[in-house]
């Protein structure tokens, strides 16, 4: 029986006493009291038998975690103590393998949580991620990260990556720096199997300050996979972080898209809680190339760029492997809500990630709550996309889906939410060439579903179904909302790519 695997690249397990993990250093996450959960959808025709299996950074030890039969289209769950034998301390990685295709969602956080027996976080705790688990065709000999911070306004990018190989292994990463400056740094030559190494520019030598991309080649010969977070460079408990993972050759495309895109959206300059994109596209090509930002807009307050607007907007001169940031985008009024494409002139490659937070003006550390996606290339939009994770009213929390259509004509789509073994059917929406369709707090209008809405609170895996290739954006923020600038629960916001399907 064919089996389908995911490599999950950081499992970070604070079970009980938080103070355990993550103690402060130039090479971790600041603060202490991280923690994973792992939400695993089975995509498949037919019911799921699940396991996972997780590998410590420090030991050979290893810890195993199952479930089943789950449904197609539904999702299940593992937290740290799910895992057997695991204690509290643990910081590692897993593969994740079942009978029927799977994708996955890690929840990266240091929440506090209590659960029968103990607790997950630390009191103060409001710091979460999102990222892709990997399957692997997301694991290669190259890693590309658009963005690396080395101390860059008091933030700084640490790198986890994993062994997805069969033997012992080593990598090398390489930081690309605005200075034209490039640092190295190298791992051991003894990385397990399954397991992971940590790297930060700090670690480098990359002085502080410097903004720069960053590529991991393994040395070994082995495929790896990896995943970048972003995060204030001290700080305890932490408030922020912003996690993505890693691209690879199989991500380069000279055309990626961005279904959300905002600039100071929705109440403009000033307003505590409009919310500011900026992209970073790195460009893979082999050689220098202008890149193009092309920006649709989707609505904004008082109309700002209703639907058929849109600019353009080039960056020329792009070295190989180094980033062009699009941030306040000539033209793109303030107040205004879009998506966007971006292109590597020439057919020249690229790869991109979008950073979300309160800009204009800046919050203070500990108050900024912010996110990050990557891009996701042209070639990889499917009639279908998966969203293992959709949270409606669940745990202080709610998600939004943004759904791009990036085909030549208007596409017909509608959404299936699915928990347990009950499906929620949204009526047919007609959406334009570019442009976005958003899903935010759904349960409370009757009118886009196809009978019973979705039931509050709720936690569900989304199926996107369209005539016309798609790709989705899941947007997940606090509930009630804060402020943004210091009201309470002002939880970090988090954010990740659906999957799209064959």
Known sequence: MKRYGLLIVILIAAMLFPTLVGAQSPDTLPGTGWWTGNQIMNVGTSNATIQATAYDSNSAATYTASA???????????????????????????????????????????????????????????????????????AATTLRFPIAKSDRGAKTTTFFVQNAGTVPNSVQIA????????????????????????????????????????????????????????????????????????????????IIYAPIFKNTFPGGS????????GAQIQNVSGGTITIRGTFYGAMGTGQACPAGTSWTVDVTGVANGASANFLYPAGVPQGCLASAKF?????????????????????????QAATAYNLSPASSATDTAAAPLFKEEFGGKNTGLQVQN???????????????GTTYTTINVVVQPGASQNYYRVSYD?????????????LAGVTVISDQ??????????????????????????????????
């Open 270 to 277: 000033g307003n505590p809680g409009s919310r500011t994109t």
């Open 68 to 138: 089943g039969p789950i449904a197609p289209g539904s999702s299940v769950t593992f937290l740290p103590a799910d895992f057997i034998g695991m204690g509290e301390g643990f910081q590692g990685s897993a593969i994740v393998s079942s009978n029927q295709p799977i994708k996955a969602i890690v929840n990266l956080t240091n929440r506090y949580l209590t659960f029968t027996g103990g607790h997950y976080g630390v009191q103060g705790g409001a710091a979460g991620g999102q990222y892709q688990g990997m399957d692997g065709t997301a």
């Open 343 to 367: 292109e590597g002139l020439g057919g020249g490659n690229i790869v991109g990630i979008i950073n979300e937070s309160f800009l204009n003006p800046i919050p203070p550390q500990g108050t």
């Open 406 to 420: 990036i085909g030549a004509v208007a596409a017909t789509l509608h959404l299936e939410f699915k928990i347990g």
């Open 446 to 458: 009757p009118s886009i579903w196809v009978g019973t809405p979705l039931p509050r609170p709720g």
């Open 175 to 254: 930081y690309v720096c605005e200075n034209t400056n490039t640092y190295t740094q190298n791992s051991p030559a003894n990385v397990g199997p399954g397991q992971m190494e940590i790297f930060s520019p700090a670690a480098a030598g990359v002085p502080a300050g410097q903004l720069c991309s960053a590529t991991v080649t393994s040395t070994g010969g082995q495929p790896v996979a990896g995943v970048s977070a972003e995060h204030w460079t001290t700080e305890a408990p932490a408030t922020l972080v912003q996690a993505t993972r890693a691209f690879t050759p199989g991500d380069y495309d000279d």
């Open 469 to 502: 290739p798609v790709l989705v954006n899941a947007s997940e923020s606090p509930w009630p909302l804060c402020s943004g600038q210091g009201g309470g629960p002002c939880y970090d916001r988090q954010n990740y790519e659906g999957f799209n399907l064959p």
